[in-house]
């Protein structure tokens, strides 16, 4: 059974940061792509950055330059560091993976910036 397990999200004001982090289980971590997505209230999900087995890399643009993706392969985890936060940042945000061509995602941390 794949276990996304996401945390680490919370209230901030403008400007501040927060660190998130998907803990993975079911999976063989190193070899998968693995994705944040975030999705506001009333809006569709939409893809924030991805991270590569390889260690590569891509954000939207809105992020680019404030968020940074990583991975640690030894605790099959995978993180969002959040930076310079703007109110436009709110949002669930979610953890992905696609194994065996089906899709897997967390339940979800909530991010609240306030102005």
């Known amino acids: 059974q794949v276990y996304l397990v996401e945390s680490g999200g919370g209230s901030v004001q403008a400007g501040g940061s927060l660190r998130l982090s998907c803990r993975t289980s079911?999976?063989?971590?190193?070899?998968?792509?693995m994705n944040w997505y975030r999705q506001a209230a009333g809006k569709q999900r939409d893809l924030v950055a991805t991270?590569?087995?390889?260690?590569?890399?891509n954000y939207t643009d809105s992020v680019k330059g404030r968020f940074t993706i990583s991975r640690d392969n030894a605790r099959n985890t995978v993180y969002l560091q959040m930076n310079t936060l703007k109110p436009e940042d709110t949002a669930d945000y979610y953890c992905?993976?696609?194994?065996?061509?089906?899709?897997?995602w967390g339940r979800g941390t909530q991010v609240t910036v306030s102005s």
């Open positions: 079911g999976i063989n971590f190193k070899i998968h792509r």
């Open positions: 991270i590569s087995s390889d260690g590569s890399t």
């Open positions: 992905h993976v696609t194994w065996r061509s089906s899709d897997f």
